[in-house]
């Protein structure tokens, strides 16, 4: 470097500023807004001469996370060609520790700002006594005192209310935050949304369902995320139906840095639905899980949707042959979509048989448990009717709008507004949503008086399962045998399979040993045992209109 080149410095005077506003959340209290940091500020600069040249007004913690508005504005101050006053409300206001303080110090040593702080009526620069340095440091301390003794309060009271069952946050789908009239935060059942997700429960712990197949019956039962501020409902995705399986906060229980804690809010499912699923989830990639579209074919085979492979864990699937003579076989075959298998056809009758000399004459119900179970049908079928209810309300708004939107849509067609390719293409993406919503509406049947007999009626003869499965047609022994049994495999001609509760209590010779007279009187209590019962409102009713 030559000796008579000229280094360039910044101007000893300052005569330009930068104000820097800032609030932890959107609920700072008035007096430290935003708005009125900004306001303060302004006056400040407008009567000492100083022409603001940049404005920073964040919501920003100033003790969490790398503060990049902070890091931008620093970054700003180095690139002035002048020195730049940096003016703020307080010390607090800026920062609320010392890992800034080293960086304020050098900016303001090297003459590149000088920081004014209003409320404090001091300032720092390259010319700062020690008096004014200490003063910073001992502002800066107090801040950071003030943050610590806050986090402090903030730890207590969030021990306290978990203690207490108390959730603290965004709660989760199915439930609703508010405010009571002492401006408290509360939790509530969702009205709208509770009842759907205890079908995502009741539909999965059938075992028939992918989470893939799930996401669809969600999207079909119309369940969607609680709208925000920010952003708007929309359905749920597969992850997140991943998630509320997964959350034992719909049985009670809420769960804070891997610590379990009972909570104070309805469950909107019983601790043995919630388990049950949860073990059906652990075991997702162990056994191959039935995807919904195999349930619902056009056949009524007895075992259709219930049976795999004890070989290979491929679905079993039902054939049926009719002789020359008339006569007509039904067999189980796997399909052997793996290749590697030997398993082969087995009537389907020597099953029945089986079944029946293990399962179907064994069953006893004695007349007490049988009005226990009845009641507990008819209150879900009763709950399935309010839900239904409000679906085909909702499903009957959206085809109104629809066609309202299809009405206009017309209108700037002939106004002139899009061409007849573009009206022709969104008439056609509005027909089809259309032809969707009134499959969709078909689904939400009205559970009629008629449909409760008929459920009614099958739980009275399911004391009598081995008459009922050689008499009634596939479809009700189809749907029988999906209340009764899960984890059904095949091999070796033989079934292997689980009894569903509360069926399985049922297998015995002397019923009132198994499940005490005293708890049918109780129906609640009856539930902890029963609740599995309920499937049949997601099954029967929907196949006897």
Known sequence: MSKYEIIETKETECKQAVIFARVSSQKQENGVSKEAQISAMTNYCNKNGLKIVKSYSITESSTIGDRPKFKEMI?????????????????DRLQRGFDETSIINKLARDGIIEVHFLKENFNIDQDAEQAEEMQYDLNVFSAKMYISALRNHVLKSQKFNLNNGKWQGFAPIGYINYRDSDNKAQIKLDEERAPLIKKL?????TGLHSLESLCQFAREIGLSTRPTKKLKSHSISRHKINDILRNPFYCGTMVVKGKAYPHIYERIVSPELFNEVKEILDNRGKKKIIPHQQIYGKKAFVFRGLVKCGICGCTITSEQHTKKSGLVFRYLRCSH??????????????LLNQLDDELFSKLQLSDSILLAVKKNVQMRLEEDSHINAALKRKNTLKLEELENKKSRLFDIYLEGGITKEEYQEEKAKMEAEKQQ???????FITITSEIKDVVERIIEIAGNLSNIMKTADYKIRNQLLKLLLKDCTL????????????FSAFISTD????IPDYITNNLQEFNKIAYPVGLLSNYLPLETT
Request: aromatic letters at 6%.
């Open 491 to 502: 091999k070796d001609g033989k079934l292997t399979y689980n009894v569903r509760e509360p």
């Open 337 to 350: 979509m793996r290749k590697n298998c030997n398993q082969k056809p087995v009537p389907e009758s020597k």
């Open 511 to 514: 019923v009132k040993k198994t």
């Open 75 to 91: 970054e700003f101050l180095k690139k002035q060609k002048q020195k730049t006053a940096l003016v703020v409300h307080s010390v």
């Open 437 to 443: 919503l009134e499959l969709n509406a078909q689904k």
């Open 201 to 205: 429960f009741l539909e999965y712990a």
